[in-house]
């Protein structure tokens, strides 16, 4: 894997000149031809031994390629904002727009690294950690995430002179890191985790490339070649499986549509079920905690009210509410998870989400507005979303809100004739009514296959509101005590 690497190979000028111009202007060529095609993002990851020639590398090559849609993303210790969400976060947040390149360091390579690296390694964290960035890429490149990994190495001799030569000028000093000069005494450690991370890593979708160090023209030389590479020639997008189902259960067609309460014990249930989420909230050990609250269901089904009784409960300032709508152009640039995990709410704050991530394996599907390869893998990328949010502190509750056709047919004229509710009805809802049973279909394997132990779903009849209202908030006061005591 390192052989040539270590042997550190050179380049004479003659070779270096006449490929740096040919490679110069073919990076600009093609990454202007992605831009124009805008159909797929690049990410490079930058690792490899310490003291190899990484950041200087890149500025050269930000240097050769247009730099204006070039970011870097440095990641180094977390930031408060991001220590407090789940680790993946901040990789999400900055992932760059299709046609767009992003170069990576520090990336969420660093834990799996750092593991590595010990004198005692635990290899269950090693794998566990190696199995959560396969996944991760592999989704990522599903969404037209192109990935390149390049890791950057060279001999033990070859490290140890590079950080001699470049201390012994006072122009170049600053390149080497308190880190790059103690390399060489554990060098071995750090080859073996070297190998041992891009083994495990390594996949078709998003592969390592070892770059050769030792010279600065042959390093800069063969990163443009594969950065080059990589814009003209994208891989294919990973295959993943999807487990069978062999009949999806009709879980809305089992629901109790006459469940009603009366006025007087909705106002009083509601108020007792309010008081006991506020007083959950406002609990000190809800600091270390945060509220994912989900909202789906049929056009008419009573999202809005039911929200609003569950936000009377909560203090304005702890609570956001995301309307979800259909995705603007910034939006489908990127993978589609990215504009919800921008949305993952701090510890001690509440989130509200009027329609959801949920859209990709319902009206995204129902409409023919994903191909079937992407919302079929949805249902694995959506729980190991929700997995991550919970296992970082989260409580997440699902709530479908269900009529029946003949309840909505009768909202949807009352809204008609209100002055006051009439906007809320547009031809998008009777054309969605149209469709029902292609709705209910991809309802309930909706909730078949995404319905988690860590992220339940909890299926309402809403043809009475009331009774909606005061289960949901019910069930949240009950999620709330039983996760805080």
Known sequence: ????????????????????????????????????????????????????????????????????????????????????????????????????????????YGPLLREAR??????????????????????????????????????????????????????????????????HKRFDRLRQAGRQVIERTHAGHAPWIVVPSADDELRTLRTAETVLHAL?????????????????????????HGARLDKEEYESSLLAWQARVARQVRRKKFAERSLVLVFEGQDAAGKGGTIRRVTSALDVRHFDIT?????????????????????????????LFDRSWYGRVLVERVEKLAAPADWRRAYGEINDFEAQLVAHGAIVLKFWLAVTRDEQLARFRERERSPFKNFKI???????????????????????????AHAPWHALSSNDKRHARVEAVRRIAQALEAALD
């Open 1 to 108: 894997m390192f052989e040539e690497a270590e042997s550190d190979p050179r380049l004479s000028k003659e070779s270096v000149k006449a490929q740096e111009t040919r490679l110069r202007t073919a990076l600009l060529k093609a990454q202007y031809d992605r831009l124009q095609r805008a159909d797929r993002s690049l990410l490079i990851v930058v690792a490899g031994i310490d003291g190899a020639g990484k950041g200087a590398t890149i500025n050269l090559l930000n240097e050769w390629m247009d730099p204006r849609h070039i970011r870097t993303l440095a990641f180094g210790q977390p930031t408060p904002e991001e220590a407090v969400r789940p680790p993946m976060w901040r990789y999400w947040n900055e992932l760059p727009a299709k046609g767009r390149t992003g170069i990576v360091f520090g990336s969420w």
């Open 118 to 183: 010990r004198k005692h390694p635990d290899e269950d964290i090693i794998e566990a950690r190696a199995e959560a960035i396969r996944h991760f890429e592999a989704m990522l490149a599903a969404d037209r995430v192109q990935i390149v990994k390049l890791w950057f190495h060279l001999s033990r001799q070859a490290q140890r002179e590079r950080a001699e030569r470049l201390l012994a000028n006072r122009d170049t000093a600053w390149q080497v890191a308190p880190v790059d000069l103690t390399v």
């Open 232 to 256: 003209r020639h994208p891989p294919a997008a990973p295959r993943i499986a999807r487990p069978p189902m062999r009949r999806v259960p009709d879980r809305l067609g089992r629901l109790d």
């Open 323 to 351: 309307q979800v709508s259909a995705p603007v152009p910034y939006e489908l640039a990127r993978p589609y998870l990215w504009r919800f995990w921008r949305r993952v709410p701090e510890p001690g704050r509440i989130a």
């Open 426 to 452: 547009t031809a998008e809802d009777w054309r969605n009514r149209r469709r029902w049973d292609d709705y209910a279909q991809a309802a309930n394997e909706m909730l078949a296959r995404t319905d988690t």
